[in-house]
């Protein structure tokens, strides 16, 4: 089975900050990567899909980028409502998810 | 409006099987860009992802889960349901359901999630 890794596991920024979360699969797995938000009490929330493609109306401060086995997300402004933990997602092989990344604002 | 509603109960015990329920709205999972997956996620934990179903009715299951796991889906109810077999307290979780929009072999990304539904296993 494919395994997914972020870091950092956690993080604090100040509102406006650039904040980065890398994921790296345990083996090529293309573009076939996917990136959640997910908030305190509700279902996750698809945000990037296909590793750098944004989801309709998700605002255009999130980001993604890479292929093989080594991904990148970003925020480039963090706001008070990005406060979440996001999770990344491959699906080359089956189906898996990171262990998450929680931000929250220092 | 394409929405998912978890059902199923609240509370079982262990060695007991778990059947969930995903009533599906504003969409045909006959559509062959369709798929559902039930994922979960234990109190304070990560996501877990455990079954998929696709629109042609091929499945897939989490390897570590594949022998108590059973995925299957009524397209004329609109309705996927899981069945979870020999139910233990570390299946304690959040379960959710989750809609794919792909079309292709693989099983995508999730567009569209239910709200969940809390399952604690326990005597």
């Known amino acids: 089975d494919i395994q997914m890794t972020q870091s950092p596991s956690s993080l604090s920024a100040s509102v406006g900050d650039r904040v980065t979360i890398t994921c790296q699969a345990s083996?090529?797995?293309?573009?076939?990567l996917n990136w959640y938000q997910q908030k305190p009490g509700k279902a996750p929330k698809l945000l990037i899909y296909?590793?750098?493609n944004l989801e309709t109306g998700v605002p255009s401060r999130f980001s993604g980028s890479g292929s093989g086995t080594d991904f990148t997300f970003t925020i480039s402004s963090l706001q008070p409502e990005d406060i979440a933990t996001y999770y990344c997602?491959?699906?080359?092989?089956?189906?898996?998810f990171g262990p998450g990344t929680k931000v929250d604002i220092k | 409006q394409v929405t998912l509603k978890e059902s199923g109960p609240v509370l079982v015990k262990p060695t007991e099987t778990l059947t969930l329920t995903c009533t599906v709205s504003?969409?045909?999972?006959?559509?062959?860009?369709?798929?559902v997956s039930w994922i979960r996620q234990p109190p304070g934990k990560a996501l877990e992802w455990l079954a998929h179903?696709?629109?042609?009715?091929?499945?897939s299951y989490r390897t570590s889960l594949k022998s108590r796991l059973t995925i299957s889906k009524d397209t004329s109810k609109s309705l996927v349901v899981l069945i979870m077999t020999n139910m233990d307290p570390v299946d304690t979780a959040t379960y959710y359901c989750?809609?794919?929009?792909?079309?292709?072999?693989?099983?995508?990304?999730?567009?569209?999630w239910g709200q969940g539904t809390m399952v604690t296993v326990s005597s």
């Open positions: 179903i696709f629109s042609n009715d091929e499945k």
């Open positions: 296909d590793a750098s």
């Open positions: 989750a809609r794919t929009n792909y079309g292709g072999d693989r099983v995508g990304a999730f567009d569209i």
């Open positions: 504003g969409f045909s999972l006959s559509n062959v860009r369709m798929g």
């Open positions: 083996q090529d797995i293309s573009n076939y």
């Open positions: 997602q491959q699906y080359d092989n089956l189906l898996t």
